[in-house]
């Protein structure tokens, strides 16, 4: 069973990066996004009687369904937010591709129900796959350099057409409006190029949009793509696992992926399937991976989704759980294990 990539990669604002990742603050582990930055050393503000704060203790996260050797975590993190914080600054980070990610590409620019699509062609490749991949940001954040980066390195790996959707973003757009424009934009490339080479790449938000979208299709009675690829996927935009309250994550806060979901959510009830897909058919769907990690804060909605294609008895799914990386690891380079991981996510997307 497997796992993989990202929830506000990408997102061109250091302000929105805050209000996802929780930089400046400790870890944001309760249903109102608060934070640890209570010290037990504090001087209460009471007066006599009143005792020190203690602080909280969590109750150990099951493990056991994770693999792989643990990585560094502090130091992933260290880097990460370095990165987040570098790639916020004005001029450093693109809406479009940058040429410096791009080369050895053709690079086209389209545009499907009124979203740009951009298209990355490999140069004198002969290969008739594409690739649609669907960026993260919680549904509020830009696609940006690193997600510019994984899709041309994954085009020039694989000789696939990657073709990337500029997505509205909530709350100008909600669920209601994308996953129908995203779904139609599957739809037309099955057209054109035939199902079996076509796949879908989700990271974070990106998989939670992936998966709803394909869920549309198989209730139009439509074709569906051979492939899809899940990196740690956000399918739940309530975040109700109690779970993820636990989960040793630093870089996610549930409050804020709450308050980003109800955008997203609309009009519409936010365990609706278009806003929260976990809740959605699982019937009918492609060959899908599904990577995740033990250090990510929606892992247990990977779990669960893992537990309900079970006791469907579904054998379409293969999930991928690694040990101890933070989420959407696979899609920096500065993760030891990401390159390798990124080879085999490339390797599902293309049928190898």
Do not use: C
């Amino acid at each position: 069973m497997s796992v993989r990539v990202s929830v506000g990669v990408g997102i061109g604002a250091l302000g929105v990066y805050a209000a996802i990742f929780g930089i400046g603050a400790a870890h944001a582990d309760d249903s109102a996004g608060t934070t640890q930055a209570h010290h037990a050393s504090a001087k209460p503000s009471g007066g006599v009687g009143h005792s020190k704060r203690q602080p909280r203790t969590k109750p150990p996260v099951d493990t056991s369904p994770y693999s792989g050797n643990p990585p560094n975590h502090a130091l992933e993190v260290a880097l990460f937010r370095i990165w987040t914080i570098t790639t916020a600054i004005p001029g450093l980070n693109s809406a479009t591709p940058p040429p410096f990610a791009t080369k050895g590409l053709t690079v086209t620019k389209t545009e499907s129900d009124g979203m740009p699509v951009y298209v990355l062609e490999p140069k004198n490749s002969t290969s008739d796959q594409e690739i649609i991949a669907l960026h993260g940001g919680a549904y509020i954040g830009e696609i940006g350099n690193i997600n510019w980066i994984t899709y041309s390195d994954i085009a020039r790996d694989t000789g696939a057409t990657v073709i990337v959707p500029v997505y509205p973003l909530a709350p100008k757009e909600t669920a209601a409006t994308v996953v129908p424009k995203v779904a139609n934009l599957i739809s037309e490339t099955i057209v054109a190029r035939g199902a079996d080479n076509v796949s879908i790449l989700g990271e974070s938000a990106g998989g939670g949009l992936a998966l709803a979208a394909v869920q549309q299709l198989v209730l139009a009675g439509s074709a569906v793509p051979a492939r899809m690829v899940l990196a740690s996927p956000w399918l739940d935009a309530t975040v109700s696992d109690p779970a993820s309250l636990t989960t040793h994550d630093e870089l996610l806060s549930v409050g804020s992926l709450r308050s980003a979901g109800l955008q997203w959510a609309g009009n519409l009830d936010p365990s609706n399937p278009l806003v929260s897909p976990i809740n959605g058919s699982l019937e009918g769907l492609p060959t899908t991976y599904v990577w995740s990690s033990s250090s990510d804060r929606l892992s247990p909605q990977t779990l669960r989704l893992r537990d309900d294609a079970t006791a469907l008895g579904l054998t379409n799914f293969t999930f991928i759980l690694r040990y101890g990386e933070i989420h959407g690891w696979m899609a920096y380079p500065f993760i030891p294990t990401a390159a390798a991981d990124r080879a085999i996510i490339a390797d599902q997307l293309t049928g190898r």
